[in-house]
């Protein structure tokens, strides 16, 4: 197993108000094998969506995070489609739009 940051995520967070000089930033790193980290929702609100965009995508869980849930991709997909060593299925299952 590799050390050091090739073997973490880097989790950022940035937020900031009108003005421009606010802005406070967060970062966390987390293990590839088992990507945990604590959620910020309860903190800020708005980071409900980035929170489980980044779960469905890369698959970083949030701990405490109220609605975890796929939102793109639909809840039996297998993988995380933004990682490099995801494997591209070669079938899609075509969903009923209604």
Request: proline fraction near 7%.
């Given at each position: 197993?590799?050390?050091g940051w090739?073997?973490?995520?880097?989790?950022?967070?940035?937020?900031?108000?009108?003005?421009?000089?606010?802005?406070?930033c967060i970062?966390?790193?987390?293990?590839?094998?088992?990507?945990?980290?604590?959620?910020?929702?309860?903190?800020?609100?708005?980071?409900?969506?980035?929170?489980?965009?980044?779960?469905?995508?890369?698959?970083?869980?949030?701990?405490?995070?109220?609605?975890?849930?796929?939102?793109?991709?639909?809840?039996?997909?297998?993988?995380?489609?933004?990682?490099?060593?995801?494997?591209?299925?070669?079938?899609?299952?075509?969903?009923?739009?209604?």
């Amino acid at each position: 197993m590799q050390q050091g940051w090739l073997s973490n995520w880097l989790v950022k967070h940035e937020y900031g108000t009108d003005r421009k000089e606010e802005v406070c930033c967060i970062k966390v790193f987390a293990q590839k094998d088992n990507p945990r980290i604590p959620s910020v929702f309860w903190i800020w609100r708005s980071a409900d969506f980035q929170e489980r965009e980044s779960y469905d995508m890369v698959g970083i869980s949030y701990d405490n995070h109220p609605r975890l849930k796929r939102i793109p991709m639909p809840e039996s997909w297998i993988g995380w489609p933004l990682r490099k060593d995801y494997i591209t299925p070669n079938f899609y299952e075509i969903q009923d739009a209604h």
